[in-house]
T-cell receptor, first 115, second 114 residues
Framework: ETGVTQSPTHLIKTRGQQVTLRCSSQ?????VSWYQQALGQGPQFIFQYYREEENGRGNFPPRFSGLQFPNYSSELNVNALELDDSALYLC??????????????FGSGTRLTVV | AQTVTQSQPEMSVQEAETVTLSCTYDTSESNYYLFWYKQPPSRQMILVIR??????QNATENRFSVNFQKAAKSFSLKISDSQLGDTAMYFC???????????FGAGTTVTVRA
């Protein structure tokens, strides 16, 4: 059983650029969520995808967007990067059924630095 | 909106001793779920323990146990027989029933000293 893998592990971008972060869900998981974790803070929910559609969204602007593919891998896209977007971005997947029974499996994150 | 508060930014404990981390939350929901996650330097968030609000019995997982006080909206984590591998950031998290979004606290850094 594979876990959740994220790429790249680190990334440096310039303000105003666009970035794509990738996540490969754990085998058998068809739901993926993305979280933003600023330095010294707890993760904040960005959005969730289920069966290739956005299933819920946190308090993030539209320049944060995502995709989920038929193989349940996922992308997080951020346009017009701002300095405050510098953070650790975590991907979490979960299996079908009530989330509480199985819990989330988190990846190790992508550290994004915007300069 | 739910808020989760962890009032201890840092805790230090001697190996083999016990440490307790505090967490309080604010919600109007009657049924919900509470979690403690561990984030070591590897950055991967690992589930430590889970508590369903409708269960009165406190959850226990090996050396980890919780003290869940629903009326006080308190959910503390006790780590017994601390080990060097327990050194990590610990996050308390809340999720409403039939929901999918975790609301996290700001975290407590736990350092286990040899």
């Amino acid at each position: 059983e594979t876990g959740v893998t994220q790429s790249p592990t680190h990334l440096i971008k310039t303000r105003g650029q666009q970035v794509t972060l990738r996540c490969s869900s754990q085998s058998g998981h068809n739901t993926v969520s993305w979280y933003q974790q600023a330095l010294g803070q707890g993760p904040q929910f960005i959005f969730q995808y289920y069966r290739e559609e956005e299933n819920g969204r946190g308090n993030f602007p539209p320049r944060f967007s995502g995709l989920q593919f038929p193989n349940y891998s996922s992308e997080l896209n951020v346009n017009a990067l701002e300095l405050d977007d510098s953070a650790l971005y975590l991907c979490a997947s979960s299996s079908p059924g009530p989330i509480l029974n199985y819990g989330y499996t988190f990846g190790s994150g992508t550290r994004l630095t915007v300069v | 909106a739910q808020t989760v508060t962890q009032s201890q930014p840092e805790m230090s404990v001697q190996e083999a001793e016990t440490v307790t981390l505090s967490c309080t939350y604010d919600t109007s929901e009657s049924n919900y779920y509470l979690f403690w996650y561990k984030q070591p330097p590897s950055r991967q968030m690992i589930l430590v323990i889970r508590q369903e609000a409708y269960k009165q019995q406190n959850a226990t997982e090996n050396r980890f146990s919780v003290n869940f006080q629903k009326a006080a909206k308190s959910f503390s984590l006790k780590i017994s027989d601390s080990q060097l591998g327990d050194t990590a950031m610990y996050f308390c998290a809340f999720m409403k029933d039939n929901d999918y979004k975790l609301s996290f606290g700001a975290g407590t850094t736990v350092t286990v000293r040899a």
